[in-house]
């Protein structure tokens, strides 16, 4: 009979480490046991209509699923899904916390967040990489129609997420990293995180966890990404009137690879317009979020954080 440890649910933030969580730390090696995927995920919990959602049906996966973890191992279910998507504002984001609370009301949770000034830029090349072609003041405009989600700096405000899932949850229950930290000592983060899930069987993260995942494309290569989206089929662009390929391979592909290694060959390090439009336009948006944040969560290194 396996011990029984809390679940751990990891709900993003996207463009936070998250892939390396799932791929690098939250393996059997480090005491770690991933329940299910994104797939499941969203099958079971954020793609279902209100009217539809069965929280029975996730608690039976992870009851099954359970039953394969070895002993002392932490049952993990991460998905950065579930803290809502960037492109259309994070709607649902409190909702998929209170499906959460229906499905296991006793597990833990893990919040990653990311500084303003960097996750927004990165959140736009993600957007071109999904075959967006707004240019990035537009996108960032959040032009919405009755409803139509668009991007909202609101999604951003972290303090609301945390404060909602602390009251649900409790707020010893929820544990918050940045991807900051995860970038200045990996180790640390990890082992902080062993000690807050209960890892008995963590003894230290490996040599091949200490993984680097390289950047996306340059911002600049971004005018001429989006306009290559504009003639290649996408996620969000299923029917381009000329279709030349399939983001975000093809044309694009070739032409930020391309970019890549002409800069790296140049030893030149590119310019980075997007992110300083971003300082501009939201350089003094955040700062009363991050206040009410660091009051919720004390110790919480916000220093990169406007």
Not at 248 to 261: M, Q, S, V
Not at 284 to 298: E, K, M, Q, T
């Amino acid at each position: 009979m396996t011990e029984s440890l809390p679940l751990l649910l990891h709900v993003g933030y996207h463009k936070t480490a998250t892939s390396w969580m799932q791929n690098r730390l939250f393996t059997p090696d480090h005491g770690y046991a991933q329940l299910c995927g994104h797939q499941q995920v969203h099958d079971l919990i954020t793609n279902p209509h209100g009217l539809q959602f069965d929280p029975h049906l996730m608690r039976d996966l992870i009851d099954t699923a359970r039953q394969k973890v070895p002993q002392g191992a932490v049952p993990v279910i991460s998905s950065e899904i579930l803290s809502g998507h960037h492109f259309t504002g994070g709607y649902q984001s409190d909702v998929y916390a209170w499906r959460l609370k229906e499905i296991a009301p006793r597990a833990l949770i893990l919040l990653s967040i990311r500084s303003q000034m960097t996750i927004l830029p990165s959140c736009y090349m993600q957007y071109l990489m999904s075959g967006g072609t707004m240019p990035w003041p537009q996108f960032f405009r959040g032009e919405r129609d009755i409803g139509y989600p668009a991007f909202s700096p609101v999604h951003f405000e972290y303090d609301r997420l945390i404060d909602h899932y602390q009251t649900l949850f409790g707020a010893e229950n929820v544990h918050v990293v940045t991807q900051e930290s995860i970038a200045h000592d990996m180790g640390q983060m990890a082992d902080e995180l062993a000690a807050f899930t209960g890892n008995r069987l963590y003894s230290g993260l490996s040599d091949s966890a200490r993984v680097i995942y390289a950047p996306s494309y340059a911002e600049t290569t971004a005018p001429v990404l989006r306009r290559i989206n504009h003639v290649q089929s996408s996620m969000l662009n299923r029917c381009p009137v000329i279709e030349l390929g399939h983001t975000p391979t093809g044309l694009f592909k070739l032409y930020g690879a391309g970019h890549r290694r002409v800069m790296g060959a140049l030893g030149r390090e590119p310019a980075r317009p997007i992110r300083a439009y971003v300082r501009d336009t939201f350089g003094d948006r955040f700062g009363d979020s991050n206040r009410r944040l660091a009051a919720l969560v004390p110790g919480l290194d916000l220093s990169d954080y406007p």
